[in-house]
């Protein structure tokens, strides 16, 4: 496929773990926004996630590729886990448009993620190189700060709002649930469950 043009989603976060919310997430954006393609972005070392240890790189990387498997269109992207320092979003998006000048970028977040657009690093020139995608769930509307409304009235096309279906599942609820040695299946699947239950991942 050609580069030029090419619409291509990118889709961040800590991962840990990734659970079917995700799935849902990034599955709308695909048909949604009509992607070619849509990139998993573990996070390094997130600056706005302090005061709790994160699952080992590898783990997170890992359960991510299991949770994708089986949709060509998904690809995992590990470089914000092989970066050095915090994982701010304007360094990925930068590298990615040196490396695929031409490409369409869509970065796919949440509502929560929105509301605090405005407290990330470098936003304004982000949303100069990016098409938001936020997801919001049935009824409900997008709101993000004053300053991003501002920016986005003179730019509306830099924004699109995601119809996502009713799903309430969270890591920190799977987190806890592993912890107590629940049934975490149907939050993340067999083949996450099956890796977190063999690696004891969030044990007590």
């Known amino acids: 496929m050609a580069v030029a043009g090419r619409r291509t989603g990118l889709f961040g ?11 849902s997430l990034a599955h709308c954006a695909l048909t949604q926004l009509g992607l070619d ?3 998993w972005l573990p996070a390094g070392r997130p600056w706005q996630k302090t005061g709790r240890g994160l699952a080992a790189p590898e783990h ?4 991510a590729e299991l949770l994708v498997a089986g949709e060509p269109r998904f690809l995992l992207d590990d470089s914000e886990l092989e970066r050095d320092g915090a994982s701010y979003t304007i360094d990925t998006v930068k590298a990615r448009l040196l490396a695929y000048p031409g490409e369409q970028l869509f970065l796919v977040i949440g509502q929560d993620q929105f509301q605090r657009f405005h407290t990330w690093r470098d936003w304004r020139e ?3 190189l990016v098409t938001l995608a936020v997801a919001a769930r049935a009824g409900q509307e997008v709101q993000g700060s004053a300053e991003v409304g501002e920016a986005l009235q003179a730019e509306p096309n830099k924004m699109r ?6 799903m309430q599942v969270s890591s920190t609820q799977v987190r806890e649930l592993a912890s107590r040695n629940e049934d975490i299946r149907p939050l993340v699947g067999d083949a996450v469950a099956g890796y977190i239950a063999r690696h004891r991942l969030y044990c007590e």
């Open 13 to 23: 976060g800590s991962f840990d773990p990734p659970h079917l919310g995700h799935l």
């Open 37 to 39: 393609q849509l990139l």
């Open 60 to 63: 997170r990387r890992a359960m």
């Open 126 to 128: 982000l949303l100069g």
């Open 161 to 166: 709002k995601l119809a996502m279906p009713a």
